[in-house]
């Protein structure tokens, strides 16, 4: 793996430095990687986070607010189209529709040929809402990539995509812990 010269190395380095001395035998490369993507992440977190609150939400309702806006008019979905869309389990997303409704951002509507359907459907303050925080949210990641250019963005969200599948196939072929 390559390493980051000498005179600029950050948390990573160090950590790496130190398993190598304390332990040489264990690989602690995957560290140069998850390790930033970890430390980056919580940096994202922080920096999105600021956006959501200054708005009044948190990640979780923008996760619920953002799937109903691009489903496109009526702005519904089911409980299970959620779960779908969010990676957020059916009782998970009956939370956060009730905590949306109570705020008068959405409205829960029965389907008019089977009442057993249920849908969430924004309400014209959660559709104001939902783009007022998507401008803001969109502008502040666009500022959080301003040290990479274009091509670099790029090409880090295929790596990002890669690794992605390549997590997916680890989950697949790990051995069953008994």
Do not use: C
């Amino acid at each position: 793996m390559t390493r980051r010269p000498a005179e600029h190395p950050d948390a990573v380095d160090l950590f790496l430095e130190q398993w190598r001395k304390e332990l040489p035998g264990v690989d602690a490369t995957p560290m140069a990687v998850f390790g930033r993507l970890h430390r980056s992440f919580m940096r994202y977190q922080t920096l999105i986070n600021e956006v959501f609150e200054q708005h009044g939400i948190n990640m979780a309702a923008f996760d619920v607010l953002t799937a109903l806006r691009r489903s496109g008019p009526p702005y519904r979905r089911t409980s299970g189209e959620l779960a779908a869309v969010s990676l957020v389990s059916s009782g998970g997303v009956t939370l956060r529709v009730d905590r949306l409704e109570a705020a008068g951002l959405v409205v829960r509507e029965r389907d008019a040929d089977d009442r057993r359907v249920v849908y969430a459907r924004l309400t014209e303050q959660g559709l104001d809402l939902v783009e007022r925080v998507a401008q803001a949210h969109f502008a502040n990641e666009k500022g959080m990539l301003e040290g990479l250019s274009e091509v670099e963005q790029e090409r880090l969200g295929r790596l990002l995509s890669k690794l992605e599948r390549s997590l997916e196939n680890a989950e697949r072929t790990r051995p069953t812990v008994v």
